[in-house]
């Protein structure tokens, strides 16, 4: 058998690449960040004050809903740390991604986002889709990127499947994870 070209071994490791981003998104799929709650010291109740912010939409969970929550990061310079949660049961975490629109409309959590808990490669392509085709056009369901071009809605959850879907070069995808293609 012939060796791989330099070709198929930069596509071969690109495809790894995508799948273990796949896996590992998959693995946040409980998760969430929380992002503008002000820190009230070393002993803040962070489970309390999710329960409090899903109040605030109307919803009644308790802190046994939520497995883990903490702030992300060292503090430094009274700048707020945000807050990851992994909840017991994700139709829990959906339920308080659909309703936290309604955050905007409170006086006291105005400032406070909620978002899916991403892997650094899919944040960057949301980021730079939303930039490129505009916040409508581009949506976030549970890590499914959902891209809004020629006239229909183009899937996306493997990030390999930019290639196909979007006709990105194995360049772009692999900037997505910090390296460039050989």
């Not at 071994?9 to 690449?17: F, H, P, T």
């Not at 829990?92 to 400032?111: G, H, M, P, Q, S």
């Not at 990127?145 to 879907?165: A, H, Q, R, T």
């Amino acid at each position: 058998p012939e060796a791989p070209t330099t070709k198929q071994i930069v596509d071969l490791e690109l495809r790894l690449a995508c799948e273990t981003e796949k896996l590992e998104n998959y693995n946040r799929r409980e998760k969430i960040r929380i992002f503008g709650l002000l820190e009230n010291g070393e002993h803040e109740d962070l489970k309390e004050m999710l329960v409090e912010v899903g109040r605030q939409v109307g919803m009644n969970f308790n802190t046994t809903e939520i497995i883990i929550c903490h702030r992300l990061g060292a503090q430094r310079n009274h700048k707020t740390r945000p807050i990851i949660a992994r909840f017991v049961r994700i139709d829990v975490k959906i339920e308080l991604l659909r309703r936290c629109k309604a955050l905007r409309n409170t006086n006291d959590f105005y400032n406070v986002y909620v978002n899916e808990d991403l892997t650094t490669p899919r944040a960057r392509l949301f980021h730079g889709l939303r930039k490129n085709f505009g916040g409508t056009h581009v949506r976030l369901n549970e890590g499914l990127l959902s891209v809004f071009v020629n006239n229909s809605w183009c899937y996306i959850n493997n990030l390999f499947e930019l290639g196909d879907k979007l006709k990105w070069t194995r360049d772009g995808i692999s900037a997505l994870f910090g390296t460039a293609a050989r």
